[in-house]
């Protein structure tokens, strides 16, 4: 007899902050869509208003792939309601992994690692210590082909950085290489 995954409900904790009240946070549920592929929805909600949702899904295939994608969203309100020191911030982030097997297609290559956020997700959301610290993101996709019997070959790829502190962008459009081999 094979174990499956069962879906269920992520109890949620109980948490206080004494800016934003108290809160019930990381509750939510877990699907086991098929073998390859689940989900986890979470969210969390806070007394004076301030709200966070979240998805994950991790997938595998073995031999084919592997990774994950991450995606969540956050209204944060800070102040007291109806006051000039009221504000609302609106912060996300995402993250994606993707790794392929080599096997899965020999002579031909795919990843990506993309870590993205708003400039105060971290600042507003996170208790974990290394997010405060850390003001850079970066990502990478590359793709690369070696065609066999043939000198041929082509790689892509596209880079990203973001300085969450400085809010600077820096985007490196897909920088193509097509080579022969002597």
Known sequence: ???????????????????????????????PINDYFD?????SIFTNGT????????YNKRYRYRGNL???????IS???????????KNYSLGWTFS????ARPGSRFSASV????????????????NHITTTRQSSISYSKNWTG????LSASMNHNQNVKTKIVNLNLPKIDFGISR
Not at 51 to 58: D, F, I, K, P, R
């Open 1 to 31: 007899q094979t174990k499956k995954a069962a879906s269920g409900i992520l109890i949620p904790k109980v948490h206080y902050e004494a800016d934003r009240g108290y809160a019930l946070t990381e509750g939510g549920y877990y699907f």
């Open 39 to 43: 989900l986890t929805m979470k969210g």
């Open 51 to 58: 709200w966070l949702l979240g998805a994950q899904t991790t």
């Open 70 to 76: 991450s995606f969540n969203y956050a209204n944060n």
């Open 79 to 89: 102040g007291h309601k109806g006051l000039p020191d009221e504000s609302v911030q």
């Open 100 to 103: 392929q097997d080599a096997k």
């Open 115 to 130: 870590n993205m956020s708003s400039s105060n997700y971290d600042r507003n959301n996170s208790y974990d210590l290394e």
């Open 150 to 153: 043939s000198p041929v070959s």
